[in-house]
């Protein structure tokens, strides 16, 4: 019986930390209309061009800095990222709540997201977007950012 209780105990807490770890990232759809914020500069999904701002798709994992389709980034930003490996929830709030406070001398005339629900919502709209543009798991893309 002992055993029985403690493979529950066992089973309960695994669940429980992967409760945990699925709430802990934003709600995609959620994150969809806060994106309409950024839709002036930027673009995700399959076919996605640059404009004023690169486009993001893949952009969770992704080097900061990195190659967007011939996009050039400011001088202050490819500064400001070089010792960056990647893009990760952590980071893109940092980024999102405050371009130009983050990186001064940045193109990003954007003033930023202050809502924390808004900022964890539309990185886990950005994390739903491979290279390609196609869907994948954002927890995922998240892990996979973190562990960078």
């Keep these: 019986m002992r055993k029985l209780n403690l493979a529950i105990a066992g089973t309960a ?4 930390v992967g409760t945990a770890s699925a709430q802990e990232v934003g709600d995609p759809a959620a994150g969809e209309k806060v994106f309409n914020k950024c839709k002036a500069c ?17 952009i969770v994992g992704d080097k900061p800095g990195a ?5 050039k980034f400011s001088k202050p930003f490819q500064d400001w990222a070089a ?5 990760n929830e952590e980071l893109m709030t940092t980024w999102i709540s405050d371009p130009r406070g983050t990186v001064k001398g940045t193109k990003m005339a954007f003033a930023g997201l202050k809502k924390p629900d ?7 709209y950005l994390a739903t977007f491979d290279e ?8 995922e893309a998240l892990k996979a950012a973190a562990a960078k």
């Design 13 to 16: 807490l695994l669940f429980a």
């Design 42 to 58: 930027h673009a995700v999904g399959e076919g996605a061009k640059n404009k004023i701002g690169p486009e993001l798709n893949g």
């Design 67 to 71: 190659d967007r389709g011939g996009y």
């Design 83 to 87: 010792d960056k490996t990647a893009w």
């Design 118 to 124: 808004e900022l964890k919502n539309v990185i886990a």
């Design 132 to 139: 390609s543009g196609g869907q994948q798991d954002p927890a």
